[in-house]
């Protein structure tokens, strides 16, 4: 009896500090849901998104490793649409733009040696991809920044740039990365503005791009 009193005891003490610890984790989330709603808003105006916004509803769920939340994310692209869970309304390229906008502010508050985008910048060309590539670079001065991408704006603006490709035999196909050399990196970046046998101008173009010019 003495047994079954000191358990229920440690149990009822174990769950109330554990309904604290997850009430004071609720509220600093949702205090910086809305900071984060805010600060995404900003982002994606200057990725070509002026009306995009992006809610984060934090709803009661049974406690668990990660809290008694459950955070639901809301988009929506358009003005006067309303928001809807994030799967169920963006394209490609709005999910890529958010999810660049995200990862660049929590970059800021993680220390976090190395970032991998894995073609974040589906569905997205021109001005939006030279602001990507921008702060690509931006968040390379505090981290490692790993991008796979086929756009010549992102790639033209990396320190260094490897090559991925396959190998073929009679038994099996091995897929292979290299470091470009300045010259191959040219022509390389050349080949994704203009095809596989890039004109002159575009071998111009790939090479100012290149060096800043």
Do not use: C, W
């Not at 997850?22 to 105006?45: Q, W």
């Not at 200057?46 to 988009?75: H, K």
């Amino acid at each position: 009896e003495e047994d079954l009193a000191e358990a229920r005891l440690a149990l009822e003490e174990a769950q109330a500090a554990m309904k604290e610890s997850a009430g004071e984790l609720t509220s600093s989330r949702k205090e910086v849901a809305g900071r984060l709603g805010k600060e995404v808003a900003g982002l994606l105006h200057d990725l070509g998104m002026p009306n995009g916004t992006l809610a984060v509803e934090i709803a009661s769920a049974e406690p668990g490793r990660s809290g008694a939340d459950l955070a639901t994310f809301l988009f929506s692209a358009n003005k006067g649409a309303k928001a809807q869970e994030l799967k169920a309304v963006a394209s490609g390229g709005e999910f890529s733009r958010l999810m660049l906008a995200i990862k660049y502010i929590l970059a800021a508050r993680q220390k976090l040696p190395t970032i991998i985008f894995d073609e974040i910048d589906t569905g997205v060309s021109g001005e939006i991809a030279l602001k990507m590539a921008e702060m690509m670079a931006q968040m390379a001065g505090s981290h490692q920044i790993i991008t796979i991408t086929h756009l010549h704006q992102l790639a033209a603006r990396g320190r260094s740039h490897y090559f991925v490709y396959k190998e073929e035999s009679a038994q099996r196909t091995v897929s292979r990365i290299r470091r470009l050399t300045p010259e191959e990196r040219v022509m390389e970046i050349a080949q994704m503005i203009g095809g596989n046998r890039p004109s002159e101008t575009v071998i111009r173009n790939a090479r100012e791009m290149l060096t800043g010019g």
